[in-house]
């Protein structure tokens, strides 16, 4: 295997004089060195760019950046300076954004299973719209009206009946799902009758999002076929048509851009009335390959004829996802960026897991050592957002990289964050 590939790294990704990898004109052995290990570091540019495609493509306040993909004060702010709005999923995820200075107005709520505090931090916040996703939620909106609240402007998130070629946990667009109000079955209409007779919300539009980290336009164009009939039978003013889009975590993978993602949207709803805002909710696709983690090698241990163990200072707590849906991950050394990776070994963390595996079969430059800065890319999504504290290992800090300077812009947890819940005993 030669060097780590192009498009697996952050846009402004380069190799510099003394053959270091640096992003955001930042050497990320430096980097390392001033911020410890794990490390995010994510190219602000990147991010940005990003951002800017979405709204090319979609248009401005068209765009709901998913916050569950990366949420912190600062990424809150970039997305809405850049003119997308911020999907949040619970009420968590809207105080984030909140506190970060966004607007409510420029919030949407999401959720499965949304209690009543959510529901009322939502309207008291007026938010842009909330995406109801079952008759319990609308029972709830109705009590919350009756007591005062304001009227809700709602879209109903809809299961259009389509199963997309991704990991069965990420896949949420098929009947038999816990999200949304089947088509299939009768429910979709039923909602629809509800919430146009009802006195507590006002109906705004329709909502799908068929699955995360799929990479098949024909999955996206099926569900937006049926959709796009569906809001033309009901006239409605809104609809959208979910996030989703994939990102390559690995050499062999390409994923299309946004703007081709947008182009699939386009051609697919080219029968929409024209009176129908679309609108698309991306996560993943913004931030994912913004970001590489740093990690320090502690030990390696070579077993003859089975396999090399290499184990960094992070593992299953900084990014779950290779425990939780077997994505792959490549590894290069930053120290060395252009060195061709010949060497076998499985990257794995820190913790009292076998399963605690970063990379099951990675390929590194040979020559490495105890000691030396190993880098993943591609983790700028559901790595510290999904991250824990397992073993009670500190979640690492969030540094944010542009033109030569770098800023955290959320600090390294300490042994004192670890035991800032707890209550003293009382006798
Ligand atoms: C409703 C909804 N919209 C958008 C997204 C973002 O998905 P992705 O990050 O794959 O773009 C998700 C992810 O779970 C979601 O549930």
């Known amino acids: 295997m030669s060097r780590i590939a192009k498009h697996l790294l952050p846009d402004s990704a380069r190799t510099n004089a003394l053959g270091h990898l640096e992003i955001g004109g930042c050497d990320?052995?430096?980097?390392?060195?001033?911020?410890?290990?794990?490390?995010?570091?994510?190219?602000?540019?990147?991010?940005?760019?990003?951002?800017?495609?979405?709204?090319?493509?979609?248009?401005?306040?068209?765009?709901?950046?998913?916050?569950?993909?990366?949420?912190?004060?600062?990424?809150?702010?970039?997305?809405?300076?850049?003119?997308?709005?911020?999907?949040?999923?619970?009420?968590?995820?809207?105080?984030?954004?909140?506190?970060?200075?966004?607007?409510?107005?420029?919030?949407?709520?999401?959720?499965?299973?949304?209690?009543?505090?959510?529901?009322?931090?939502?309207?008291?916040?007026?938010?842009?719209?909330?995406?109801?996703?079952?008759?319990?939620?609308?029972?709830?909106?109705?009590?919350?009206?009756?007591?005062?609240?304001?009227?809700?402007?709602?879209?109903?998130?809809?299961?259009?009946?389509?199963?997309?070629?991704?990991?069965?946990?990420?896949?949420?667009?098929?009947?038999?799902?816990?999200?949304?109000?089947?088509?299939?079955?009768?429910?979709?209409?039923?909602?629809?009758?509800?919430?146009?007779?009802?006195?507590?919300?006002?109906?705004?539009?329709?909502?799908?999002?068929?699955?995360?980290?799929?990479?098949?336009?024909?999955?996206?164009?099926?569900?937006?076929?049926?959709?796009?009939?569906?809001?033309?039978?009901?006239?409605?003013?809104?609809?959208?048509?979910?996030?989703?889009?994939?990102?390559?975590?690995?050499?062999?993978?390409?994923?299309?851009?946004i703007t081709q993602w947008a182009e699939s949207l386009a051609a697919a709803t080219a029968k929409l009335n024209k009176t129908t805002k679309v609108f698309v909710e991306p996560g993943r696709a913004i931030v994912a390959s913004a970001a590489v983690t740093l990690y320090r090698i502690g030990s390696i241990k070579q077993l003859p004829g089975i396999r090399t163990y290499v184990a960094v200072d992070g593992g299953m707590s900084d990014n779950p996802r290779p425990v939780l849906y077997d994505s792959g991950y490549e590894a290069f050394l930053p120290a060395r960026a252009d060195a061709d990776r010949t060497e076998r070994a499985r990257v794995v963390g820190k913790h009292c897991e076998s399963g605690d595996v970063l990379i099951n079969d990675a390929t590194l430059p040979s020559g490495y050592a105890v000691g030396d800065v190993l880098a993943t890319p591609v983790t700028g999504a559901y790595g510290h957002s999904m991250g824990s504290n397992y073993n009670k290992v500190t979640r690492p800090p969030v540094v944010f990289v542009r033109d030569g300077v770098a800023r955290v812009v959320v600090r390294r947890e300490t042994y004192s964050d670890l035991v800032s819940l707890d209550v003293a005993d009382s006798v």
Do not use: W
Not at 98 to 109: H, I, T
Not at 149 to 173: D, N, W, Y
Not at 199 to 210: K, L
């Open 28 to 257: 990320l052995i430096s980097l390392a060195e001033k911020f410890g290990t794990p490390t995010f570091v994510y190219d602000e540019a990147h991010l940005r760019a990003r951002c800017q495609e979405a709204v090319r493509a979609f248009g401005k306040q068209r765009v709901v950046y998913a916050t569950k993909a990366f949420l912190c004060g600062a990424m809150a702010r970039l997305a809405y300076e850049e003119g997308l709005l911020l999907d949040v999923a619970t009420g968590g995820e809207l105080f984030v954004a909140l506190n970060a200075g966004v607007p409510g107005s420029a919030c949407v709520l999401h959720g499965n299973n949304k209690s009543i505090e959510e529901l009322k931090m939502a309207l008291d916040a007026d938010v842009q719209h909330i995406v109801v996703d079952n008759f319990d939620e609308l029972d709830r909106l109705d009590a919350l009206h009756a007591s005062g609240a304001k009227r809700a402007r709602v879209q109903l998130r809809i299961t259009p009946g389509v199963a997309v070629h991704t990991h069965e946990f990420v896949s949420t667009g098929q009947d038999d799902s816990k999200f949304g109000f089947n088509l299939r079955n009768g429910d979709a209409q039923r909602a629809v009758d509800r919430v146009r007779s009802s006195a507590s919300v006002e109906f705004v539009g329709i909502h799908c999002h068929i699955g995360s980290n799929v990479f098949a336009a024909e999955n996206f164009t099926q569900a937006a076929q049926i959709m796009v009939d569906f809001a033309n039978q009901l006239g409605v003013d809104e609809l959208t048509l979910g996030g989703g889009l994939g990102v390559a975590y690995i050499e062999a993978e390409h994923a299309p851009t």
